[in-house]
T-cell receptor, first 111, second 114 residues
Framework: NAGVTQTPKFRILKIGQSMTLQCAQD?????MYWYRQDPGMGLKLIYY???????DKGEVPNGYNVSRSTTEDFPLRLELAAPSQTSVYFC??????????FGAGTRLSVL | DQQVKQNSPSLSVQEGRISILNCDYT??????FLWYKKYPAEGPTFLIS?????DKNEDGRFTVFLNKSAKHLSLHIVPSQPGDSAVYFC?????????????FGQGTELSVKP
């Protein structure tokens, strides 16, 4: 039982490149979330999903896209990477209670 | 507008003493509060939670207190241990929020010295 798995753990992008951050869960949770954490700041919600085929914007969605074709997977897409997207990205899942379970994170640098 | 605030970026405590971490919120619709603990290079892990119908919840060395009138919650760790050294985030949610979204504070870095 792996819980929430994020890949890759680290990535360096050049400005304008694109990439997909992967998130997979085996907890059979309907809710999934993407957050970013900047130094000295809390976690900011980028996008979330309440089930397969349903996604919605969070607090800081600009520059990102998501899809949710299955219960297990919730990839986050960066189309044109910018230095402002340098951050640590966390994926999380949530069940019936409001407790969320987090992956280990992806550290992204855009240079 | 920061709806959940942790005004102390850091806290240093001696091993065996009490650690008190504080959190304030502004949205009166929040009715469920959580504390998460985060070690470097790891994701946050759930620690303890409290519903707004309670004013206290205990789990071993960890106790969370909620003062709804002051819109304030605190996490007490007694006794503190060096392994408790981590960043602690408080988070809040409202049942009317579709999708169980959480609003996080900025975090407090706790250092427990032997």
């Amino acid at each position: 039982n792996a819980g929430v798995t994020q890949t890759p753990k680290f990535r360096i992008l050049k400005i304008g490149q694109s990439m997909t951050l992967q998130c997979a869960q085996d907890m059979n949770h309907n809710y999934m979330y993407w957050y970013r954490q900047d130094p000295g700041m809390g976690l900011k919600l980028i996008y979330y999903s309440v089930g397969a085929g349903i996604t919605d914007k969070g607090e800081v969605p600009n520059g990102y896209n998501v899809s949710r074709s299955t219960t297990e997977d919730f990839p986050l897409r960066l189309e044109l990477a910018a230095p402002s997207q340098t951050s640590v990205y966390f994926c999380a899942t949530g069940g019936l209670e409001n407790i969320q379970y987090f992956g280990a994170g992806t550290r992204l640098s855009v240079l | 507008d920061q709806q959940v605030k942790q005004n102390s970026p850091s806290l240093s405590v001696q091993e065996g003493r009490i650690s008190i971490l504080n959190c304030d919120y502004t949205n009166s619709m929040f009715d469920y509060f959580l504390w998460y603990k985060k070690y470097p290079a790891e994701g946050p892990t759930f620690l303890i939670s409290i519903s707004s119908i309670k004013d206290k919840n205990e789990d071993g060395r960890f106790t969370v207190f909620l003062n709804k009138s002051a819109k304030h919650l605190s996490l007490h760790i007694v006794p503190s241990q060096p392994g408790d050294s981590a960043v602690y985030f408080c988070a809040a949610s409202a049942t009317y929020n579709q999708g169980g979204k959480l609003i996080f504070g900025q975090g407090t870095e706790l250092s427990v010295k032997p």
